[in-house]
């Protein structure tokens, strides 16, 4: 067995409770050194988190990867958009994952849509251009950013972004954006507005300044309960998501307990409805996940802010149609529920509860839904085929956590934690202090922690956060 000399390869005191990391690290010589420094200079900043899910050196080592993202972090304040790096190292054998992690702020942006500052809430990045696209949910405007990272020789990261071209005529107050897999549109759900927006995209990826389409929800929901029905009265797209196959676009009402099925004429931009599901009554559809096109497409994940659960839906992979719900699981602990008092007693004690995003990682193994009020991110591990969910948790505590994501390869998941006066803690310590970014270590084997705390960083308003893979430019 070899083992790294500390004092030799850095200058920097490492706790004795670090060993397996340094283990691993020793064992892959060709990435040692790097590996090492990175550790270091981490920890020494003292922005580092280290996540061991398994002290067993029975297996050996098959591959040590040193990530790099960026992360672009929304506000549901008017704050600047806030951009981050967040260096990884991971070393995985057959049973385990041991990650460590750094985050460095790079920038913050003021956002100027006709002169006046925006709200970057919601962000969607371009799938084949280095173009992300920010709603502002304060306002009826949208904005397409162009951005680059550049790397000096002493390795400081430097953010550069030039704004392509705005929109002011989505629908009012959108509270979700997302880009097609081609880069050929954006759409947004406009929650006051009751409408889903279509825009098209130029060569460059910026948006056209007018709409390409305005669909607008009309109705109300069945719901007779009086207290979810107060947010009933009238449409409320909360969400608008590419299908698996970039065919078709699916939007949840909250307002209706519906869910929309669109087709978009990729030669006008216009929104064709194909299919309306009609869900449960008073449960307040809010965001949908989809089973991955390599592992079948045949169910959809639908999170319900209102009712506190997750649904699986049967999915057609040939014409797109959701089917009724075959699953349905709560989110939080029984006696939680949903109120609509305001401030919302959320200090644990009042157990008020709003589900609010979930996402699936790229083997289609667990699934994760935030909860704002209990204050957690929930963890489900997913069956073989799609079709069933088995709770395993709530393996991270977050305030207010709104909107998180995973990194592309699902290693890491990072969760904007909200800072409001009244966001208080739910039953759970929070890893970070309310205004922040979290980032977690997933482990998808079973019989081990979902989520582990790697590190964190301050973001006030923490609403929404997008992930790409980082390619520095020197």
Known sequence: M???????????????????????????????????????????????????????TSHDVSECVNSKWILFAGSCRPEPLSVFSLDSIGCFDETAVVANAAMTLIAKEDIFIGGELSSPTWIALNPQLP???????????????MYSITQSPAGDLKYNATILESCHQVGYRPVSVTA??????????????????????????????????????VGQSTCTDPIPKARQLAPHPHSVVVGPDGRFVYSCDLGLDKVFQYRIDRATGKLNIVNVLDVEACSGPRRIAFQPTDKGGKYAYIVHEMGNMVAVHPHDPTTGKLSRAIQRLSTVPPGWGYCATTPFPINGTGKCNKAAEVRITASAKMLFVSNRGHNSIAAFRISDDGARLTLEGWPAAVVWPRGFNLTPDSTMLVAGSDDMPGYAAGTQTPVAPPGSIVAFAVNESAGHPALSYLAHAPALGACDV?????????
């Open 180 to 217: 097609d897999g081609k880069g050929e549109f954006v759409a947004t759900a406009d929650y006051k507005g009751g409408t889903v927006t279509s825009v098209r995209l130029n060569h460059q990826g910026a948006l056209d300044s007018r709409v390409a389409d305005i669909s607008r929800h």
């Open 131 to 145: 173009v992300f696209y920010t709603a502002d949910s304060n306002s009826n405007a949208s904005t397409s950013v």
């Open 2 to 56: 070899f083992f790294v000399s500390l004092p030799w390869y850095c200058p920097c005191s490492v706790p004795q409770s670090y060993p397996r990391m340094w283990r691993l690290c020793a064992r892959r010589r060709s990435n040692r050194l790097a590996m090492v420094a990175a550790f270091c200079t981490a920890l020494t900043n003292g922005n580092l988190g280290v996540a061991s899910f398994r002290d067993d």
């Open 466 to 474: 997008a992930v790409v893979a980082r390619t520095d430019t020197p």
